[in-house]
């Protein structure tokens, strides 16, 4: 098995501003369109939007384990092809090909799925009117401790040096799925057709060219950071290191992930005579306890101090970096657009 903790030059990092997610999943559909349309690929989603509180894709992957325990790898268990969710097959042939017109409409056929990449989306949890949810974007964290790497028995999973990206030799990836158990994330696929497992490469083509992740340019909310977090000027290192308000998800698991959140704010709570009790929030903080730790404390305090700030008119460096005004100010070195480009 591989070095646990290889050594990189740079590291890219995303931070994405859970404030500033809608849900509309055009990450994840660009991701989809680009990267998983080959043989054995239908249900693979390399980039997912899930709604918090939810049991994500593959169903309920927070109990499944993995990660490192007591600085030791622990395997967990392999998400099933449904916990996954299968793609759904439609009567295409009878709607568009079979002269019914009108009489033949749209469905599933065969037996349905039982779960999909957004099966809860949009689903909260608490009582009205103090319900509450909101959306989390996932892929793969591009560890830099990376459990799929140690527990790989061929070999087949490295670190690149110039980025920091996780990437499999396909040529040299027999199948054994031990990597996905050893992920704690569950971002790791298996192409049955191919008999090999895939996962997020980080656009590795694009960034050989100065060009943003799909899942960070197509992003119509302007949510997402990206950039090397070994730049002290680069934002992604000053909302993680400087501000301290992007923080990992699950970092109990000690694979250092490099997918970094802001938290989700939250509105006041509402009693039982319609007043606001400004004093306690609809989402609990327990909750994202559990999601990014006990700094999140901290950092939802910074969040919403800067945001006092600027209610009173005095400015914040913070909040002008988390408007982002200028698109090329999230993207590092790679804002060149991939428009322009010549692609081989």
């Keep these: 098995m591989a070095d646990a903790t290889p050594s990189t030059h740079r590291q890219v990092a995303w931070v994405i501003d859970l404030n500033r997610c ?4 055009t990450c994840s559909v660009a991701c989809k369109v680009l990267w998983t349309q080959g043989e054995g690929e239908d249900p693979m989603w390399w980039c997912t939007v899930n709604t918090k509180p ?12 993995g990660g490192y325990r007591n600085g030791e790898l622990a395997l967990g268990r392999l998400p099933t092809a449904e916990e996954f969710g299968e793609a759904w097959e439609f009567n295409h042939a009878e709607v568009y090909e079979s002269g019914k017109g009108q009489d033949a409409f749209l469905k599933p056929i065969g037996a349905p799925p039982t779960w999909g990449m957004n099966w809860d989306e949009d689903i909260g949890a608490g009582t009205f009117p103090n319900a509450h949810f909101f959306y989390l974007p996932r892929l793969c964290n591009h560890c830099s401790r ?10 087949a999973i490295y670190k690149r040096e110039e980025d920091g990206l996780v990437l499999r030799d396909e040529d040299r990836c027999k199948g054994a799925q031990t990597c996905a158990r050893a992920c704690p994330y569950k971002k790791i696929y298996f192409n049955p057709a191919r008999k090999v497992s895939q996962h997020c490469i980080g656009c590795f083509p694009r ?3 100065g060009v943003a992740p ?52 939250s509105t006041p709570w509402i009693r039982e ?30 969040l919403e101090s800067e945001m006092s700030k600027r209610r009173q008119g005095r400015p914040s460096e913070l909040m002008k ?24």
Excluded at 54 to 65: I, S
Excluded at 277 to 296: K, M, Q
Excluded at 334 to 341: C, K, V
Aim: with cysteine; proline share 9%.
């Design 22 to 25: 809608i849900g509309c999943q």
């Design 214 to 265: 799909a899942c960070v340019r197509q992003c119509p909310g302007r949510a997402v950071f990206f950039g090397f977090l070994d730049d002290a000027k680069a934002t992604v290192h000053r909302l993680v290191r400087e501000w301290e308000v992007a923080l990992p998800l699950h970092a109990e698991w000690n694979t250092e992930p490099n997918v970094f959140y802001i938290p989700p704010l």
């Design 273 to 302: 005579d319609g007043s606001v009790d400004e004093s306690r929030r609809r989402l609990p903080t327990g909750y994202l306890e559990s999601l990014f730790g006990p700094r999140v404390r901290a950092a939802v305090g910074t």
């Design 54 to 65: 939810g049991r994500g894709t593959p169903r309920d992957w927070e109990q499944m384990g």
């Design 146 to 155: 990376p459990a799929c790497l140690e527990a790989c028995p061929n070999d």
């Design 207 to 209: 960034l050989e060219k």
């Design 321 to 344: 970096t988390l408007i982002a005004y200028d698109w090329k100010e999230m993207l590092g070195p790679f804002t060149r657009d991939p428009a322009e480009l010549t692609w081989s």
